[in-house]
């Protein structure tokens, strides 16, 4: 075996090895890396409140058209002594404006490994998560909380407050007065 065709096998081993871990949810391998709280929060938060922001892109459409700019002009017996002439125009639309949209979150001392482990059961439960009970944040539980908030209107894999709540992993703040 020459010594390129062994480096070649060597490297497509190394490929297949590499893709041999486990793959589980599949769906999962594809949200995107949502992981992080926002250290600020929005105007007029209570202090010592913690916040997430998910922001959904603007969506613009480009419009292509073909305009006449002069008609073409056709003898009485129809043939044609000049062709019609036309202009491209491209047009962009926003159809959906960017929004911001801020949440109130769990602080971080508050997701510890045990948290975590029952909001990983919680989703399970629901048939939301497919990974093992780690208590880890990790893409899977990401992607099992963004399904989880989703139909709730929330699309991140950010576990806002008022989920963790709905999951019963959350006090509820019961207002006095």
């Given at each position: 075996?020459?010594p390129t ?5 060597a490297l497509?081993?190394a490929g297949l090895a ?8 599949i769906a999962a391998?594809g949200?995107p890396?949502?992981?992080r709280?926002i ?8 202090p010592g409140t ?5 922001v959904?892109?603007a969506?613009?459409e480009?419009?292509t058209?073909q305009?006449?700019?002069?008609p073409?002009e056709?003898h009485a017996?129809?043939t044609v002594?000049?062709?019609a ?5 491209t047009?962009q639309?926003?159809?959906r404006e960017?929004?911001?949209?801020w ?18 059961r919680?989703?399970a439960?629901?048939?939301l998560y497919?990974?093992?009970v780690?208590?880890?944040?990790d893409?899977?539980?990401r992607?099992a909380v963004?399904?989880?908030?989703k139909?709730?209107g ?5 576990l ?5 709540r709905?999951l019963?992993l959350a ?7």
């Open positions: 075996m020459t065709r062994t480096i070649l096998s497509a081993l590499a893709c041999a871990g486990p793959v589980g949810d391998l949200e890396e949502v992981s709280q250290q600020q929060a929005p105007p007029g938060a209570p913690c916040w997430g922001k998910h959904s892109p969506v613009i480009t419009e058209e305009v006449m700019m002069q073409a056709i017996d129809g002594s000049r062709p002439t036309f202009k491209t125009e047009v639309r926003i159809v960017r929004k911001e949209t949440f109130e979150t769990p602080c971080a001392s508050d997701m510890t490994p045990e948290f975590l482990a029952s909001l990983q919680a989703l439960v629901r048939g497919h990974g093992t780690s208590g880890e944040m893409t899977r539980t992607a963004r399904r989880y908030q139909p709730q929330l699309d991140s894999g950010i806002s407050l008022a989920a963790a709905k019963g006090v509820v703040d019961l207002d006095e007065g």
